[in-house]
Every structure is written in C-alpha cells, then in structure tokens.
C-alpha cells in the first residue's frame, strides 16, 4: 500500500512540473506590451555657438567668483584661472564638466562643483520674412515647431498667404497650410532647425465692384468660391443681384456659377436688379 501511495506522488509530479514550465514560458510572452516607436523630436540639449553670453561659477568659491563671458568668434571663452577654453560646439552640461576637470588638473580644486548657465541666445536662430508681424532672427534655445515661431513673431498681417514656406540649409523647402498648423496633428506642424527660413508670401488677390457693401480687393484664400468672395465683400446691396454676377478673368468676361472657385486676379462685378 506505502509502494502504491510512492508511485502515484511520482506519478502526478511528471504531470504537474510540464504545466507549470509551459506556464512560466508562455505567460511572460503574452505580458509583453506593444512596441510603439515615439516621435522623434530633435535634441532639446542646446549646442554653444560664437555670440551666446554664459555665466560660469564654482560654487562655494569666493575667489572664482562668476564670470559672465560671450562666446567669442572662435568659440573660446576667457575664464579667471583657466584662462582662455573651448565652449562652441558644446552643451552647457560639457562645458561644466570640462571647466571642472581642468580646475581637478590645475590643482586648483579637489572636487569643484561647476555651474554653467546661459545668459542670452545669439548663435542658434531662425530666418523668419514676409507677412508677419515682426521679422527678423528669432534665437531657438530648445526645439521649436512652426506655429511656435509664428506665435513669437506676432502672427500672420491681414494680407499673408494662407500657407508659409520652410526652407532648410539644405535646400529643401516645403509649403505648409497655415490651417492644418493646428489641426493636423504634429508631422503638419514639423521643428524648425537652426539657420532655417520661414517665408510667408503676400496672398494673391481678388477684386469685387459694382452692388457689394465693401467693395474692394481681398486676399484670395485656397478653395474661395464666388459665392463666398460676395460674402467677403459684405453682401449684396438692396439693388444687387446675385443673377448679374459677372467674373472678369484674364481680361475676358465669364458667366460663372456661385459655386465656382476664384482664380488669382479675377474681378467680380454685380450688377443692379433689373426691377
């Protein structure tokens, strides 16, 4: 009976321990989250390039005080003790670390603590002309994407295209939708890049005369219909009639539908109501 009660233990140990593997293998396997690759974003880690000022100080040493230095042409910068060291082309955390190690090498400090702060940007901006409020160079101390450096120059004037043009150092330029800046999510909103140019072009016009509130020349907007000009133009007079409706194209004069979209240049005029 002791023999029997052995065997069947043994019996339902061989059956046991392949479960409990097979589960341990699997199980991990299943656990495992998808992999989603995230959205490259440039390095928000700012290089030091000729004209931006930083302050260097070593902390809790009165002789070394804090220098307050620009980055001069050749990327170097004076510094008390050290004399002249190499800041362009480095970030604000290597620079620190290469100040502390040549104080450790000069026998100045046994172990400084160095810090390392910019005062003000120069060396790394962006070009940005056209209909916008305030061109100029705009200094970028971290990655920015276009509607950003719009947002720094002021804005769009009422006359801008309704699309403005990047073009890199590279030569490569792109057009993008004013419009799809916000609501396209962010591959239609891309980072700038430093000696990039944000162009924004005067918008092509169209002209509306004869029986509009505000007749006049306005900006042509991508997709504008005739229907929608009259609107721009401020409606109708009393004695304006959307059946008198004439578009003058490339100096020929068309008969068109409401609902047909403006070309650059074209004229409307709308006529009286004939009772």
């Not at 792109?174 to 999510?185: D, F, K, Q, T, V």
């Not at 609107?231 to 004439?246: I, Q």
């Amino acid at each position: 009976m002791l023999m029997s009660l052995r065997w069947l233990v043994v019996a339902l140990c061989v059956l046991v321990v392949p479960v409990s593997q097979a589960t341990a293998q699997v199980a991990p396997q299943s656990a495992l989250p998808a992999v989603v690759p995230a959205a490259q974003a440039p390095s928000s880690a700012y290089i030091l390039g000729p004209g931006d000022v930083v302050e260097v100080e070593v902390l809790g040493q009165s002789d070394f005080g804090k220098a307050r230095v620009k980055i001069q042409p050749d990327g170097t910068i004076p510094l008390p003790v050290l004399g002249t060291v190499q800041a362009g082309g480095r970030t604000v955390q290597q620079l620190a670390s290469l100040i502390q190690q040549k104080l450790i090498q000069a026998q100045y400090y046994n172990n400084p603590t160095v810090n390392v702060d910019i005062a003000s940007y120069a060396s790394r901006y962006v070009i940005v002309l056209g209909d916008v409020a305030q061109p100029g160079l705009v200094p970028i101390d971290r990655p920015y994407r276009v509607s950003e450096i719009l947002a720094r120059v002021g804005g769009l004037k009422d006359n801008a295209a309704d699309y403005i043009v990047l073009s890199s150092v590279s030569g490569q330029e792109r057009h993008i939708p004013i419009a799809s800046l916000s609501r396209n999510g962010p591959a239609n909103d891309p980072y700038v890049n430093p000696d990039d140019k944000l162009y924004v072009p005067d918008a092509q016009l169209f002209y509306i005369y004869g029986q509009v509130n505000a007749p006049g020349s306005y900006p042509l907007k991508a997709g504008m219909t005739v229907r929608q000009a009259l609107a721009r133009g401020g409606g109708l007079t009393p004695s304006g009639s959307e059946g008198r409706v004439s578009v003058y194209r490339n100096q020929r004069k068309i008969k068109v539908p409401l609902d047909t979209p403006l070309a650059p240049g074209d004229v409307l005029v709308v006529g009286e109501r004939l009772f």
